[in-house]
């Protein structure tokens, strides 16, 4: 039997974790709780307005109110609308592999991160190369807002890939997992090393990375 794709497996695993946690968990999504990241990845698969809402900050109005339509109904049956993306074109497999890998491991950690006992993973190594196959084609866009040359280097292998080029790069070193969610904005991070000019340094940490 083929095993599912790690886009498919954590989205399983966020619909089972926000279940256990209930849909007023926090999230490291700003406010957001738990039942306000479903609603968010719903819309953002089955509601065409409110998905450019959602990729168009003037538009983010008509994200909002199929959000809160959506917030109606019973946390449960979001979930369970969550688990199995349907007949979208997240379902096809490249479009799932591309739009959907980054995006449920990031809120998946999102949730588990949001909670005061959490830990980080012990990934198969698949999926840690999966991960970072994602942040080598994705990296460039996500390091964009530090303004500054940035190269990633992963622990686990020493394998380093360039996301901005330049003389004397700030180097993000650490495990994959975390290097990706350090690219995608998030603080709640371990083991990660930053080396390169202080000044850039600090212009990277302190930016405003991601989507």
């Known amino acids: ?25 926090p999230t490291l999504c700003s406010d957001w709780t738990a039942k306000d990241l479903v609603t968010h990845l719903l819309v953002r698969e089955n509601n065409p307005l409110g998905a450019a809402g959602i ?3 003037a538009l983010s109005g008509l994200a909002d109110g199929a959000m809160a339509r959506l917030a109606r109904q019973d ?11 349907g007949l ?12 959907n890998t980054m995006e449920y491991f990031v809120h998946h950690e999102d949730l588990r991160r949001g909670q005061p006992d959490w830990a980080p993973r012990d990934l198969d190594d698949k999926d840690v190369d999966a991960v970072w196959r994602a942040i080598r084609l994705g990296g460039k866009a996500l390091v964009r807002p530090a303004g500054v040359p940035v190269e990633i280097r992963r622990t ?5 890939a360039t996301l901005r080029r330049g003389a004397d790069p700030v ?4 495990p994959v997992a975390e290097i990706a969610l ?11 090393t930053f080396g390169g000019p202080a ?9 405003d990375l991601g989507f």
């Open 1 to 25: 039997m083929r095993t599912p794709s790690l886009a498919r497996r954590e989205r399983h695993a966020l619909c089972d974790l926000a279940l256990v946690l209930g849909e007023d968990a």
């Open 75 to 85: 946390f449960a049956v979001l979930v369970e609308k969550l688990r199995d993306p």
């Open 182 to 192: 350090f690219l995608f904005g998030r603080r709640q991070v371990r083991d990660l």
């Open 156 to 160: 686990d292998t020493g394998a380093t």
């Open 88 to 99: 979208t074109p997240y379902a096809l497999p490249p479009v799932e592999l591309l739009a």
């Open 199 to 207: 000044d850039r340094v600090s212009k990277l940490r302190g930016a």
């Open 55 to 57: 990729a168009v900050p």
């Open 171 to 174: 180097t993000v070193e650490g």
